[in-house]
């Protein structure tokens, strides 16, 4: 994966997080952020997800990683 896809790949996790439930708390939004991702997302990108967030995970808002500890679990 180049470093561009996974890019694109941190942003819309970052957008869906911030999307998915304006207003709600974040422990909310990142329920729905997870389902999204998990419904939606094929499985070699929550794969490269979430490698990413085990290795650094530094460019994703709190809540996206919130949902991705979600998807890891």
Request: proline share 1%; aromatic share 6%.
């Amino acid at each position: 994966m180049t470093q561009s896809e996974l890019d694109h790949l941190i942003k819309m996790a970052n957008q869906i997080a911030a999307h998915c439930a304006p207003g709600a708390s974040e422990a909310v939004a990142a329920e729905k952020a997870a389902n999204h991702i998990q419904r939606f997302w094929a499985a070699s990108m929550k794969r490269q997800l979430i490698a990413y967030f085990n290795a650094d995970g530094e460019a994703l808002s709190e809540t996206a990683q919130a949902a991705i500890l979600q998807l890891n679990a």
